[in-house]
């Protein structure tokens, strides 16, 4: 029964890499039997720990470099600290990163859902609309619109996050430490529709230039500047506005929702966790903002369907001198109260994904230049 027992040699081969080992031949055996070990096997998990390793090791390289560029960033601008002019301005420059390079980046998305919100029958699907558009028109035509896109969602996102930030901090000092925690979701509403009302007076004139590239075929301007020179030689400067109130009513509810439900999400997610907020890292907690904008943007993509689609509408078919109401009224006629949500799976999609990226790129700019993640705050002490 001596065969059930491995010897001396076949222990040494078993837990020993044999990368690199020549094997020797056993005097017991010439062939191994189905219950010794089979020491080629294990190459493989010596591959997958080296793999391991120096993944770990570019992570901590990585981390880092991330560190020395954060420092140094921060060395530049001296003493950091919250509620000062260098906050409200990585505040506004990261909001402009998150906003407009996610924004940008789902331009493929856009402008299918433009599309079908103005005539739901014009595609079947997404795949199917892509395909379409890329043989009529190639690449470019797939990313019609993201001239406009990248300039107004940079203004817009620069202006929302950076006048939040600086709402949030006023309104809370007029509360009060207790009531402003007390209110908190009340705080977050309205610094959240503040700063939203003055982010779309920053946006609309590129988003009329926007809706019309892309719900026009073929569209009517080579670029951002050639659309806004064309709508002003046409109809004025107020042609730019003229889809401010619809705007307006889709924004900031949607600006509501995301501000205020991210951070009530990104609280309960530290409630649930184990220790405080400042015992996890930088990946962690990006990891929690990515997490929060997803589920906070679905909720955003939901509420704010409905004037999005009347947006696109006014945007494309409002006539020189129609009233608001007028045009409003004439469009839901047309449309129903069920074509309101066209196109609403797709946003959800890319609401979610955009908002989970805003918050993501955001914070993370926030700690590059070594301030705290948003949200996630701990209760005032009681004194």
């Not at 998990?45 to 391991?52: I, R």
């Not at 509408?313 to 007028?326: I, M, T």
Request: aromatic content about 14%; hydrophobic content about 40%.
């Amino acid at each position: 029964m001596s065969y059930l027992f491995p010897n001396q040699h076949v222990l040494h081969q078993s837990f020993s890499s044999p990368v690199g080992v020549r094997t020797r031949t056993s005097p017991a055996a010439s062939k191994p039997t189905p219950l010794q070990a089979r020491p080629e096997l294990f190459a493989a998990y010596s591959v997958v720990d080296d793999a391991k390793s120096k993944a770990q090791k570019l992570s901590a390289e990585a981390q880092l470099e991330f560190d020395k560029a954060s420092n140094a960033a921060q060395a530049k601008t001296g003493q950091l600290e919250l509620y000062t002019p260098t906050f409200y301005a990585a505040a506004t420059f990261g909001g402009l990163l998150a906003c407009g390079l996610t924004h940008t980046a789902v331009t493929p998305l856009d402008l299918v859902k433009c599309r079908r919100q103005v005539d739901a029958k014009l595609y079947k699907g997404n795949f199917q609309a892509w395909g379409l558009i890329f043989r009529q028109e190639g690449i470019r035509g797939i990313f019609t619109g993201w001239s406009p896109t990248l300039f107004g969602y940079s203004a817009q996102g620069a202006f929302k996050y950076g006048w939040y930030e600086y709402f949030k901090k006023t309104y809370s000092d007029l509360a009060g430490p207790e009531n402003s925690y007390k209110y908190k979701t009340l705080l977050y509403l309205t610094a959240s529709a503040s700063a939203e009302f003055l982010a779309d007076i920053a946006l609309c004139p590129f988003e009329a230039v926007k809706v019309r590239m892309q719900t026009t075929m073929p569209p009517p301007y080579t670029g951002t500047f050639d659309g806004i020179s064309k709508i002003v030689a046409s109809e004025g400067v107020g042609g730019l506005y003229k889809g401010l109130y619809p705007l307006w009513a889709r924004q900031i509810p949607y600006t509501m929702m995301k501000f205020a439900s991210f951070e009530t999400i990104v609280e309960k997610i530290y409630e649930s966790l184990p220790g405080q907020k400042s015992d996890y890292g930088k990946g962690a907690q990006t990891a929690v903002s990515f997490s929060g904008g997803y589920l906070a943007g679905i909720l955003c993509a939901i509420v704010s369907h409905p004037a999005d689609v009347m947006v696109s509408k006014l945007n494309s078919n409002r006539k020189a001198g129609e009233g608001f109401g007028a045009a409003l009224a004439r469009n839901y006629k047309v449309t129903g109260f069920m074509g309101l949500w066209n196109g609403l799976p797709v946003r959800i999609v890319m609401i979610g994904t955009l908002t989970g990226l805003q918050w993501m790129i955001y914070d993370y700019f926030k700690m590059w230049m070594g301030f705290p993640t948003t949200g996630g705050a701990a209760p005032p002490e009681k004194k």
